[in-house]
């Protein structure tokens, strides 16, 4: 529809479906905003410095330049930011490896849980260090 006055003629059948439609769509955008935010942090490492993208386009942070290209706030411009990282870590992570963990990142990027979710768990999760191994992240990701 076009307007509400189109949305309100629909049946309920119509109605169920669009939202379902609507949902599908939400899943699609927020799979192809993770694949770009971890694309922009590719293209923004440190190892550029200024010649990143995020740097030469005048952003000090890859989620200060994604904050007002997507009309977002900072705070999910960060959260965008944190998970394409950990895309990116993921994918040039030694082999064998266990990376920052990046199951939740997936698992967000499949549409299987929000943005949010996923940069909970993978906050909450945290890092390997002396204390916590990767492979008992994995275990607990898993």
Known sequence: GACQGDISLLDDASLLEGMRLVRELDGQAQ?????????????????LGYDGLARRSGSATPAVFIQPVTGSSIEEATRLARLGQSMVDAETAPSGSEPAPVSPVLAAASGGISVDAADAIRRGLGQPDTAVTAKQLADVRR
Do not use: F
């Open 31 to 47: 799979t192809y905003k993770l694949w770009l935010a971890a694309e922009i942090a590719r293209r923004s490492s440190h190892e």
